[in-house]
Antibody
Framework: QVQLVESGGGGVQPGGSLRLSCAASGITLSRFDVHWVRQAPGKGLEWVAFIRYDGSHIYFSDSVRGRFSISRDNYKDTVYLQMNSLRPDDTALYFC?????????????WGQGTLVTVSS | NFILTQPHSVSESPGKTVTISCTLSSGNIAHNYVQWYQQRPGSSPTTVIY?????PSGVPARFSGSIDVSSNSASLTISGLKSEDEADYYC???????????FGGGTKLTVL
């Protein structure tokens, strides 16, 4: 079964850090561009970060630039989102999603998400 | 960065047709593809339309997409509404200037 699986979420105090992971089964994630998208409780989807399949291009939303970083280990076929200086408004379900690779479908397959809660 | 504006909610009866709009705040809607995603309660989003008007395999032909340059908007039309279509729908496009991927605020579809 083709799927993406996120992990690493949890509760953290404001100013703290977390590292999220995105792993794949049934596909070779290293062949695809990958995004992180978040959804605050009861709210809509917000794009967070992008990494090219080979790591050559990285982009962030204005809301996380300078605090979050994205990387990938193509030997482990895993993409990471390092989140530093976390704030309460970073509380959300964080999804990773892969690009289709051929079609203009940047969010072709989504994981189930991992919940990040920032609270004192 | 541009903004994609969707109605907060729409409702319609089973068997009817509903159209959800997505208006681009600046730039030309025809310059970057629009995608549409369906998110049922408690589930991850799935693609129902890509590249403005294409349907992935497995998405019923009841779902269609279009763009209108005159109103600078995209639309998702669902015909023959079923209770299973009740979900949140998000449009999405791409801002080349940064680059930046943008989602609309989402539209809650209620099938009465």
């Amino acid at each position: 079964q083709v799927q993406l699986v996120e992990s690493g979420g949890g509760g953290v105090q404001p100013g703290g850090s977390l590292r999220l992971s995105c792993a794949a089964s049934g596909i070779t994630l290293s062949r695809f561009d990958v995004h992180w998208v978040r959804q605050a409780p009861g709210k809509g989807l917000e794009w967070v970060a992008f990494i090219r399949y080979d790591g050559s291009h990285i982009y962030f939303s204005d809301s996380v630039r300078g605090r979050f970083s994205i990387s990938r280990d193509n030997y482990k076929d895993t993409v990471y989102l390092q989140m530093n200086s976390l704030r309460p408004d970073d509380t959300a379900l964080y999804f990773c999603a892969k690009d289709h690779g051929v079609r203009a479908t940047p969010f072709d397959l989504w994981g189930q998400g991992t919940l990040v809660t920032v609270s004192s | 960065n541009f903004i994609l504006t969707q109605p907060h909610s729409v409702s319609e009866s089973p068997g009817k047709t509903v159209t959800i709009s997505c208006t681009l705040s600046s730039g030309n809607i025809a310059h970057n593809y629009v995608q549409w995603y369906q998110q049922r309660p408690g589930s991850s989003p799935t693609t129902v339309i890509y590249e403005d008007n294409e349907r992935p395999s497995g998405v019923p032909a009841r779902f269609s997409g279009s763009i209108d340059v005159s109103s600078n908007s995209a639309s998702l039309t669902i015909s023959g509404l079923k209770s299973e279509d009740e979900a949140d729908y998000y449009c999405q496009s791409y801002d080349r200037s940064n680059p930046y991927w943008v989602f609309g605020g989402g539209t809650k579809l209620t099938v009465l």
